[in-house]
């Protein structure tokens, strides 16, 4: 996920994912720099990944002859542990290669998307890896042919298998939902037909549904897209607010049959291959992939939905607030407070970071040092290029950070994010072997929001006025209601839904809504009327074509809320053992990883640790509202 600036936490929290970055495009309407304009200690420096286009050219062509000496090891990885290491330690190594190739281009044309010759490198690369795939597609499978015992006893043998260990104890773990030769090709020819409602779903989600033109601030007609909803939910004037939310919520009801049909063959997809998988649930098979318990899934949702009077009181003190006899969904988004006006220039932003995360003490500052020092970062926005902000990286070389920094508050934390996605990245690289070197979703979010949050901390013990530190209490409470709240009330309709298919009951769109509606209304109390009609998140967010995916967001925010809080208050164990976690990749399970940094994800307490923070915020910020 890139960094949450205000913009996105609203798209996040109306459950439009993919568009954040749209959004942010659509924002942008005068004129860019051009990057001769940059001064090149604001680029980053992708020298070091490949001196020339030429270097990357001939590297492209050893990738190329090496593809097909995967091959020689097809049906013989029994053979021997010798054989059997070779092979895996090739495939790591083409691997790498492929993905530095791939991100080089990738990065390259980021910086001017309108570069014909980056797009055609881009091009290249992608079909090459899809090359690679289809040469190593056999690794997996043939393994899993080698008794139990004998792969045992290869691991035992040979040193160099060694390191392969876990990788092969997952793969043997799954084996139990591998099925045999001929049930495999059935359920993977099965593939374009159970793809197809996701399919239709973003067809008419991206290219038939039509929004009609609304009214701007300013008056004038504009057609309602995606990313001018977020910022008309956040107009000033109400007329303006509910004039886009009828438009945006009329259209979808326009649709509401065909896509209520969509996401229950989706569903119905999803029982097929929990069935065909040997599988008891659902949820079972949607967390067996990083083998989550359950229980982390089912305390989330049990805990959140207990204890939501907190979030009631932040909608009645909006409510109260906004002077309004009626508070409805399109008056959540408009600024309680007007953004803190101070500019905070990149320099400025660069020692913000540098002094609040000095907790994560002096080899987190140093290595935060290198990356600013030797043009790791690309600042600032220039034409064609890519928006938003992310992090990014390949095993071989240092991770590169892209900003679009625009001297806002918000800025500074965008900075804060990706670099502690980046230093994650980083110290992973340094201390784990390329097998283990990626981190799953439920790990990754932790290392950015973990900065984030001691960076929130470090600025409002600094904060002078009374306007900085709305701002800032503010910002923390979207974050959490975006990231926290709101994955847990979609996680919630997930599960309902599944349930009412595996009952055998059917879903329609009036049920649909129904059971929305009821989570909906449950999550932001007594004082949120929901018009009729104004109930269709369940009908209209992609996410939920992936099952059981988003809860992942709101169990890494709850992670990093409890270690944020250790490393704030100088607890050194506690902060070693964080240090130990973002040198660590997916060499074990998440849950594990977790767990070695002292936070047990199968209990309650991370996510009631949340909720107290919530309610301490919403309650420093009422006293704050109250003084005015
Ligand atoms: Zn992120």
Redesign the pocket.
Request: glycine share 6%; net charge negative; hydrophobic share 35%.
């Given at each position: 996920?890139?960094?949450l600036s205000r913009k996105s936490l609203i798209l996040t929290f109306l459950g439009l994912f993919s568009l954040i970055l749209a959004g942010t495009a659509l924002a942008q309407v005068k004129e860019a720099p051009t990057r001769d304009q940059i001064e090149d200690k604001y680029k980053w420096n992708l020298s070091d990944y490949y001196p020339s286009d030429e270097a990357w050219e001939a590297s492209l062509k050893i990738l190329e002859q090496q593809i097909p000496q995967m091959g020689t090891y097809q049906g013989k990885l029994g053979d021997s542990p010798a054989t059997l290491a070779e092979a895996l330690k090739m495939n790591d190594s083409l691997g790498s290669l492929a993905h530095r190739l791939y991100v080089y281009a990738s990065l390259n044309l980021d910086e001017d998307n309108r570069v014909g010759k980056y797009q055609e490198m881009k091009g290249r690369i992608f079909q090459m890896y899809t090359r690679l795939g289809e040469a190593a597609s056999y690794l997996e499978p043939e393994i899993l042919k080698i008794p139990n015992e004998k792969l045992e006893a290869f691991l035992k043998e040979n040193a160099a298998l060694g390191v392969y260990r876990f990788y092969i104890s997952d793969m043997i773990r799954r084996k139990a939902h591998i099925m045999n030769e001929e049930t495999e090709n059935l359920l993977s020819m099965a593939g374009s037909v159970t793809s197809g409602p996701s399919n239709i779903f973003t067809m008419l989600d991206d290219a038939d549904i039509k929004f009609p033109n609304v009214k701007d601030d300013d008056g004038n007609e504009v057609e309602l897209t995606d990313g001018r909803y977020s910022q008309l939910l956040q107009s000033t004037n109400r007329e303006v607010r509910k004039a886009a939310s009828d438009a945006y919520n009329d259209t979808y009801l326009k649709y509401q049959n065909g896509l209520a049909a969509c996401l229950a063959s989706s569903v119905n997809g999803d029982v097929f291959y929990t069935g065909a998988r040997k599988y008891n649930t659902r949820l079972e098979r949607a967390l067996d992939g990083d083998n989550i318990p359950t229980v982390v899934y089912n305390n989330l949702i049990e805990v959140a939905s207990s204890n939501l009077a907190p979030l009631h009181k932040y909608v009645a003190m909006r409510k109260k607030y906004m002077a309004l006899d009626t508070l409805y969904p399109y008056d959540m988004y408009v600024p309680l407070v007007p953004e803190a006006r101070r500019k905070i220039p990149y320099e400025e932003g660069k020692k913000i970071v540098l002094d609040a995360l000095k907790p994560l003490g002096n080899d987190y500052i140093k290595s935060l040092n290198v990356a600013f020092d030797s043009r790791w970062i690309d600042v600032y926005e220039t034409q064609a290029k890519g928006s938003g902000a992310y992090s990014w990286g390949t095993y071989s070389a240092h991770p590169v950070v892209l900003l679009n920094y625009s001297d806002e508050l918000g800025d500074v934390f965008t900075l804060g994010?990706e670099l502690g996605?980046a230093m994650h990245r980083y110290y992973t690289t340094l201390n784990e072997p390329y097998i283990y070197a990626g981190h799953s979703i439920f790990a990754a979010?932790v290392a950015?929001t973990c900065n984030e949050t001691i960076i929130i901390d470090y600025l409002l013990k600094k904060a002078k006025t009374r306007e900085e530190k709305l701002y800032l209490l503010n910002y923390h409470i979207e974050q959490i209601m975006g990231t926290f709240y709101s994955q847990v009330y979609f996680s919630e309709f997930e599960q309902k839904i599944h349930d009412v298919v595996e009952n055998g009951g059917a879903l329609s769109a009036e049920s649909l809504r129904q059971m929305y509606r009821e989570i909906y209304q449950k999550y932001f109390g007594p004082d949120y009327v929901i018009p009729p009609d104004r109930d269709l998140g369940g009908l209209r967010i992609s996410h939920f074509y992936r099952m059981f995916y988003v809860y992942q967001y709101a169990t890494s925010y709850a992670a990093s809320q409890v270690l944020a809080d250790r490393i704030i208050k100088g607890d050194k164990k506690a902060t070693e053992a964080y240090l130990e976690f973002i040198k660590t990749g997916s060499s074990d399970y998440p849950v594990n990883v977790l767990k070695k940094a002292g936070i047990d994800m199968t209990t309650p307490q991370p996510y009631e640790n949340v909720i107290a923070i919530f309610s301490r915020l919403v309650n420093e910020m009422e006293k704050l509202l109250l003084e005015s």
């Amino acid at each position: 996920m890139i960094s949450l600036s205000r913009k996105s936490l609203i798209l996040t929290f109306l459950g439009l994912f993919s568009l954040i970055l749209a959004g942010t495009a659509l924002a942008q309407v005068k004129e860019a720099p051009t990057r001769d304009q940059i001064e090149d200690k604001y680029k980053w420096n992708l020298s070091d990944y490949y001196p020339s286009d030429e270097a990357w050219e001939a590297s492209l062509k050893i990738l190329e002859q090496q593809i097909p000496q995967m091959g020689t090891y097809q049906g013989k990885l029994g053979d021997s542990p010798a054989t059997l290491a070779e092979a895996l330690k090739m495939n790591d190594s083409l691997g790498s290669l492929a993905h530095r190739l791939y991100v080089y281009a990738s990065l390259n044309l980021d910086e001017d998307n309108r570069v014909g010759k980056y797009q055609e490198m881009k091009g290249r690369i992608f079909q090459m890896y899809t090359r690679l795939g289809e040469a190593a597609s056999y690794l997996e499978p043939e393994i899993l042919k080698i008794p139990n015992e004998k792969l045992e006893a290869f691991l035992k043998e040979n040193a160099a298998l060694g390191v392969y260990r876990f990788y092969i104890s997952d793969m043997i773990r799954r084996k139990a939902h591998i099925m045999n030769e001929e049930t495999e090709n059935l359920l993977s020819m099965a593939g374009s037909v159970t793809s197809g409602p996701s399919n239709i779903f973003t067809m008419l989600d991206d290219a038939d549904i039509k929004f009609p033109n609304v009214k701007d601030d300013d008056g004038n007609e504009v057609e309602l897209t995606d990313g001018r909803y977020s910022q008309l939910l956040q107009s000033t004037n109400r007329e303006v607010r509910k004039a886009a939310s009828d438009a945006y919520n009329d259209t979808y009801l326009k649709y509401q049959n065909g896509l209520a049909a969509c996401l229950a063959s989706s569903v119905n997809g999803d029982v097929f291959y929990t069935g065909a998988r040997k599988y008891n649930t659902r949820l079972e098979r949607a967390l067996d992939g990083d083998n989550i318990p359950t229980v982390v899934y089912n305390n989330l949702i049990e805990v959140a939905s207990s204890n939501l009077a907190p979030l009631h009181k932040y909608v009645a003190m909006r409510k109260k607030y906004m002077a309004l006899d009626t508070l409805y969904p399109y008056d959540m988004y408009v600024p309680l407070v007007p953004e803190a006006r101070r500019k905070i220039p990149y320099e400025e932003g660069k020692k913000i970071v540098l002094d609040a995360l000095k907790p994560l003490g002096n080899d987190y500052i140093k290595s935060l040092n290198v990356a600013f020092d030797s043009r790791w970062i690309d600042v600032y926005e220039t034409q064609a290029k890519g928006s938003g902000a992310y992090s990014w990286g390949t095993y071989s070389a240092h991770p590169v950070v892209l900003l679009n920094y625009s001297d806002e508050l918000g800025d500074v934390f965008t900075l804060g994010h990706e670099l502690g996605h980046a230093m994650h990245r980083y110290y992973t690289t340094l201390n784990e072997p390329y097998i283990y070197a990626g981190h799953s979703i439920f790990a990754a979010e932790v290392a950015s929001t973990c900065n984030e949050t001691i960076i929130i901390d470090y600025l409002l013990k600094k904060a002078k006025t009374r306007e900085e530190k709305l701002y800032l209490l503010n910002y923390h409470i979207e974050q959490i209601m975006g990231t926290f709240y709101s994955q847990v009330y979609f996680s919630e309709f997930e599960q309902k839904i599944h349930d009412v298919v595996e009952n055998g009951g059917a879903l329609s769109a009036e049920s649909l809504r129904q059971m929305y509606r009821e989570i909906y209304q449950k999550y932001f109390g007594p004082d949120y009327v929901i018009p009729p009609d104004r109930d269709l998140g369940g009908l209209r967010i992609s996410h939920f074509y992936r099952m059981f995916y988003v809860y992942q967001y709101a169990t890494s925010y709850a992670a990093s809320q409890v270690l944020a809080d250790r490393i704030i208050k100088g607890d050194k164990k506690a902060t070693e053992a964080y240090l130990e976690f973002i040198k660590t990749g997916s060499s074990d399970y998440p849950v594990n990883v977790l767990k070695k940094a002292g936070i047990d994800m199968t209990t309650p307490q991370p996510y009631e640790n949340v909720i107290a923070i919530f309610s301490r915020l919403v309650n420093e910020m009422e006293k704050l509202l109250l003084e005015s």
